[in-house]
């Protein structure tokens, strides 16, 4: 890959027309990843039924994901990026006409959800070169803390909110104003400028081998996918009851379930702001080990005292640790990653550490059926404390 002739960095004007469209496609999916599980278990009240859709929209991370990052390397990355959204967009729209026509059923729901994290591997991981080449090194740091600035803010923050008005108003709203969010986003991703790309000599299998190998090969790379994987099924069990616990234990209504996740916006931002400076001082292990130690916690929390006052803090804390973390590995893969191999070694990495997320959104369901859904909330914290003391040496060595 030949890399990018134009200015580097955060202040560029190129960065920040990739920034708006972050912004604006996230503020869509914001809404979406509210009103989709949500729309599922007002509409179902099944746990089996919100499982299976978690599951859905997680299940491309595993199957998708990694050929997804092959041919992304072989791709000019704005043009990915730009179709990815345009597809997302058709799909949403159709999603939207389903649910004001009463005709999303589980399976419809689960179809969708399928198509439209399919697209987000490629944008993704197309995304993730653009970062590194537009950013460039010395401000990759701070490129990172924006980026998951900007997801707060569009998909935790103002997302939920705009859920929680439309719907109220009709569910259909909310899946309606997420593709126009793509659509808008697909318009700023077309101004960016093009990264230039040679051609790959190299065929797709040994790409396809490349990505995963690389990651085993390297000490860093593997305590971070070990890392991830668990957190990554822990957070997808307990995103999976999310709806379902706030809407028959803690007693909320409907229409403000997402207010719980605007709460964990609110943490994220300051997870994003305070990592950087805390790495600075402390060192980036210390700080990351403590991140998944806190996120833990608050899982245990959350679903062990089913009072609304405390599951306020713990879904601040949620937020807090997991931008925290979510900031300094991706700083480290980054650094640890050729920026020729940058979108099959992401997306590699996405397969081994979110492809398994399927597994926690599949087994919540079912361990609260035979349980509670405050038990899925304490199993996942407990695994995740587990997973940050058995990794604090390993990470501080590497």
Do not use: K
Not at 117 to 137: K, M, N, R, Y
Not at 188 to 210: I, K, N, W
Not at 235 to 249: D, G, K, P, Q
Not at 266 to 291: F, I, T
């Amino acid at each position: 890959m030949e890399r990018s002739t134009g200015a580097q960095g955060v202040h560029t004007p190129a960065f920040r027309l990739l920034t708006g469209a972050w912004i604006t496609s996230l503020v869509g999916d914001g809404v979406r990843t509210v009103a989709l599980p949500l729309y599922t278990a007002v509409s179902t009240r099944s746990p089996l039924a919100a499982s299976a859709v978690a599951v859905a929209v997680v299940l491309p991370w595993l199957l998708v994901a990694l050929p997804a990052g092959v041919l992304v390397d072989r791709w000019r990355p704005r043009l990915v990026v730009a179709v990815a959204h345009a597809f997302r967009a058709l799909v949403t729209a159709l999603l939207a006409w389903a649910v004001f026509t009463d005709r999303a059923g589980v399976v419809v729901l689960c179809a969708i959800g399928f198509l439209l994290t399919s697209a987000e591997t490629f944008a993704d991981s197309a995304s993730q070169v653009l970062l590194v080449e537009l950013a460039g090194p010395a401000d990759l740091e701070v490129a990172n803390s924006r980026f998951v600035t900007a997801e707060t803010l569009g998909m935790d923050l103002v997302g939920p909110l705009a859920a929680s008005l439309l719907f109220w108003w009709h569910p259909a709203a909310c899946f309606a104003l997420d593709a126009l969010t793509f659509v808008v986003a697909g318009a700023l991703v077309a101004r960016v400028p093009e990264v230039a790309r040679q051609p790959e000599p190299q065929a797709l299998r040994g790409q396809f081998t490349e990505g995963v190998a690389f990651l085993f090969r390297d000490p860093g790379l593997r305590v971070l996918v070990l890392s991830v994987g668990i957190t990554a099924v822990c957070a997808a069990a307990v995103n999976a009851m999310l709806a379902l616990y706030s809407i028959t234990v803690l007693g909320l209504p409907e229409e403000w379930v997402p207010w719980l996740v605007v709460v964990m916006s609110l943490g994220a931002l300051s997870g994003a702001r305070l990592s950087p400076r805390l790495a600075a001082r402390l060192g980036g292990a210390p700080v990351m080990v403590g991140a998944l130690a806190l996120l833990g916690v608050a899982f245990a929390v959350f679903g062990g005292v089913p009072w609304l006052p405390v599951a306020v803090v713990a879904a601040f804390c949620f937020g807090l640790a997991s931008a925290g973390w979510n900031v300094l590995s991706a700083t480290r893969r980054q650094r640890l990653t050729p920026v020729p191999m940058m979108g099959r070694v992401t997306s590699a990495y996405r397969v081994l550490a979110w492809g398994l997320s399927p597994i926690g959104a599949g087994l919540a369901g079912p361990l609260a059926a035979a349980t509670t859904l405050g038990v899925v909330y304490l199993v996942a914290g407990g695994a995740v404390v587990l997973t940050a003391v058995a990794i604090a040496r390993p990470l501080a060595r590497t």
